[in-house]
Structures are given as C-alpha cells and as structure tokens.
C-alpha cells in the first residue's frame, strides 16, 4: 500500500509516518526542510527496512511546488492507495484585528492545498475504483475559538471539502475521513507550562489514522473528534 504524508518531520505527520511505516506502508512525504525530511526517511528506514520511502521538500502553500511533489510521488509510485492531507498553518488572531494577508496566507495551506491534493489523487482513485482519502482538520471546525478566527475559517472549510468529496467519491470505492483533534501536543504549543495529560498526543491521532485505514472493505468512518479529556487548552 503506498500512502502520502504532507507536513511529515514534525508533530501528527511524523507520528503518522511513524506509525504507518511499522505497518507496512510505503511512503511519500514532503515538508521545507530536506535535512529534516532526509532524517524521517532514515528514521522510517530503520523501523522497517522493507518499505519503500521517498521524499521531497515541498511548500505545499505554493500550488508549483505542490504540482512538484504530486508529480515526483506518481514517479515514485504510480498508483496512490492513501492521501493524507495533514500540512497546516494557525496564526492565533482575531478576524476584526488581524493582519491583511492572514486569511490569505491560512487558506493556502489549510484549504487549498488539501483541495489540489484531493483532486489530483483523487481523479486516480476515481479511475481505479479504490482509495481513501484523510484530511486531518482541527476541532476548530465544529467549534471556533477567540483568537483564531480565519484558521477557524479555513478548517470549516476544510471539512466542508471533505464532507462533499465524500459524497462524490463513494459510489466510486473511495473512502473519505476527516479527523478533528483538539489541542494536541505539538511544538505549537512550546513554552506552555501545562502537564502533557492536558493535551491530546500526535500518537493519539495516528493510531485513529491507522485505525481508520485498518477498517473493513466496506466501512468508512466519516468523522472522529479526538479531545483532551479536560477539555480544550485555552
């Protein structure tokens, strides 16, 4: 099974790769920074030797180093079983106080290149009549928080994609799920003193990635809302 990870050196992408490579996936994964990326292909590598890996520094904000990458991962594996839409960018503002070009800036990476992915990947699903797509959103959707007015703006939208790429996709074999985590222990939140049990952990949302994928021919699971138990970290 070959799968693709966006945003994949950090946080819930490299929890994902990790745990989709000890699972036997082949992996494609992009980030901005090559060290970074070439350090998870070895790290990957050293968890399972039998895997295929391949990646590529990529700004998935800007649509040519996108095309790049889509381009680069059909080189590599040709057919696409899995498209994980997980690169994202939060700029905590209010929608009334926020600079210009803040809403602007989210959208390229949190709705449009999902967006670009999905359609790209998803025409191949379409045509092989199997695939699932993953979207990883944000309880912002469901839910938006002070503060975080056009990243709110951008996961609803997010959901909104994935909601009716669902529709038009499942009468073609091709699965679509969106997973909502609240305050996750990322390198976002440094500098906070707050104990970890506060947050939810990137591993926590791998294991519904690779739960989800792990589902039987027939299921799909459409949505998961995955929150601290506390609450959300404000």
Same mark, same amino acid.
């Given at each position: =099974?070959?799968?693709?990870?966006?945003?994949?050196?950090?946080?819930?992408?490299?929890?994902?790769?990790? @745990? $989709?490579?000890?699972?036997?996936?082949? %992996?494609?994964?992009?980030?901005?920074?090559?060290?970074?990326?070439?350090?998870? !292909?070895?790290? $990957?590598?050293?968890?399972?030797?039998?895997?295929?890996?391949?990646?590529?520094?990529?700004?998935? +904000?800007?649509?040519?180093? /996108?095309? &790049?990458?889509?381009?680069?991962?059909? #080189?590599?594996?040709?057919?696409?079983?899995?498209?994980?839409?997980?690169?994202?960018?939060?700029?905590?503002?209010?929608? %009334?106080?926020?600079?210009?070009?803040?809403?602007?800036?989210?959208?390229?990476?949190?709705? /449009?290149?999902?967006?670009?992915?999905? *359609?790209?990947?998803?025409?191949?699903?379409? @045509?092989?009549?199997?695939?699932?797509?993953?979207?990883?959103?944000? !309880?912002?959707?469901?839910?938006?928080?002070?503060?975080?007015?056009?990243?709110?703006?951008?996961?609803?939208?997010? /959901?909104? /994609?994935?909601?009716? %790429? &669902?529709?038009?996709? =499942?009468?073609?074999?091709?699965? !679509?799920?969106?997973?909502?985590?609240?305050?996750?222990?990322?390198? +976002?939140?440094?500098?906070?003193?707050?104990?970890?049990? *506060?947050?939810? #952990?990137?591993?926590?949302?791998?294991?519904?990635?690779?739960?989800?994928?792990? =589902?039987?021919?027939?299921?799909?699971?459409?949505?998961?809302?995955? &929150?601290?138990?506390?609450?959300?970290?404000?």
């Amino acid at each position: =099974m070959n799968a693709i990870i966006t945003g994949a050196t950090k946080g819930i992408g490299k929890a994902i790769a990790l @745990k $989709l490579a000890a699972a036997g996936y082949n %992996l494609a994964v992009c980030s901005r920074n090559q060290n970074e990326l070439d350090q998870l !292909v070895g790290e $990957l590598q050293q968890i399972n030797h039998t895997i295929r890996l391949a990646g590529l520094e990529t700004d998935c +904000s800007n649509k040519v180093e /996108l095309q &790049r990458f889509a381009n680069f991962v059909q #080189q590599h594996f040709g057919k696409v079983d899995v498209l994980i839409n997980n690169a994202g960018m939060f700029i905590p503002a209010s929608v %009334l106080d926020e600079d210009d070009e803040t809403l602007s800036l989210q959208l390229n990476l949190n709705l /449009l290149a999902p967006h670009f992915l999905c *359609r790209f990947f998803g025409k191949e699903m379409k @045509k092989n009549q199997s695939g699932h797509i993953i979207n990883i959103g944000s !309880v912002a959707a469901i839910k938006p928080f002070p503060g975080a007015g056009s990243y709110s703006v951008t996961k609803y939208a997010l /959901l909104g /994609l994935t909601n009716v %790429l &669902r529709q038009e996709l =499942m009468n073609h074999n091709v699965k !679509v799920t969106s997973i909502l985590p609240g305050s996750t222990l990322t390198e +976002s939140w440094g500098g906070i003193e707050l104990p970890a049990y *506060r947050f939810v #952990q990137p591993e926590d949302v791998a294991s519904a990635v690779l739960g989800c994928l792990q =589902m039987s021919y027939g299921c799909n699971v459409d949505e998961i809302l995955i &929150r601290p138990v506390k609450g959300e970290v404000t």
